[in-house]
């Protein structure tokens, strides 16, 4: 299923939420300029050096693995050399910021959109972003503890996404979201409905694939939830709920 809109506008411009939709997409613009031939300076390059790597995460950088090649010119760099030229824990911030092709990113730049506006707005601009980044930093962990020894390489926003999920849900539990069922069918979903559709989504695939092997990292999109539901009110503490202006209403009164 994929939601296209809610049913009620934020009271003002979620600014951070924009800049967010537009760094993603600026850095993978940018990735695609790199040539896609595995070498050094290509795509796949980008991904080893800023992309997650649960085993390096876990269990930190291995000596054993050379992280240039001045000793042996002719030896090619592996993705986890690569990797350990930053800090582990930094790539579990960069990782959120990559995406493995235009559909990834469109999807996460979507639900980013329909559910980070009306969470920005709620807990103001200054607790967004730490809120998203720090959901989504624990959630990759979450990911990467699930599969301690593997060395593929995790990228995308969909664990803080998801924490935003978690957010709205229990900040706006029955707003209606506007939803392409089977991508084809229109229909308004509450909240908490659309939630739980997600959270089964994730549990059927997290039970068939192992937490993530199938390509998606389901343990994270579980995890970003649940963090996001659990600290949102804590978050949000100090400010007062807003009323809530109906798109149709705000369309039609506009000035």
């Known amino acids: 299923m994929l939601p296209l809109i809610d049913e009620f506008s934020p009271r003002r411009f979620p600014i951070l939420t924009v800049l967010l939709i537009l760094v993603c997409v600026a850095i993978f613009a940018y990735q695609q300029t790199l040539p896609d031939n595995g070498t050094a300076g290509s795509q796949q390059a980008f991904e080893c050096t800023w992309g997650m790597i649960p085993t390096e995460v876990v269990h930190g ?7 240039d090649n001045a000793a ?12 350990q030229r930053h800090s582990r824990f930094l790539t579990v911030i960069t990782s959120m910021f990559l995406h493995a092709s235009w559909w990834h990113l469109a999807g996460n730049m979507l639900m980013l959109w329909v559910f980070g506006a009306n969470v920005e707005d709620r807990i103001g601009r200054i607790r967004f972003l ?4 720090a959901c989504g930093a624990l959630a990759g962990l979450a990911q990467a503890y699930s599969q301690p020894s593997s060395t593929a390489v995790t990228i995308g926003a969909s664990g803080a996404v998801a924490a935003l999920i978690g957010a709205y849900l229990v900040l706006f539990p029955r707003v209606g979201i506007w939803t392409l069922v089977l991508f084809v069918i229109p229909m308004k979903i509450p909240a908490w409905i659309w939630a739980a559709i997600f959270v089964l989504l994730q549990l059927i695939d997290v039970t068939s694939t192992g937490g993530g092997s199938g ?6 999109h579980l995890a970003g939830l649940a963090i996001g539901a659990a600290t949102i009110r804590l978050v949000a503490w100090g400010r007062p709920p807003h009323e809530m202006v109906p798109r149709t209403f705000r369309l039609l009164t506009a000035r």
Do not use: H, K
């Open 130 to 133: 730490p809120f998203f980044l």
């Open 72 to 83: 042996n010119p002719g030896a090619p760099l592996t993705c986890q050399g690569l990797n």
């Open 61 to 67: 950088p291995d000596p054993a693995i050379a992280t």
């Open 215 to 220: 390509g998606i990292a389901t343990v994270s």
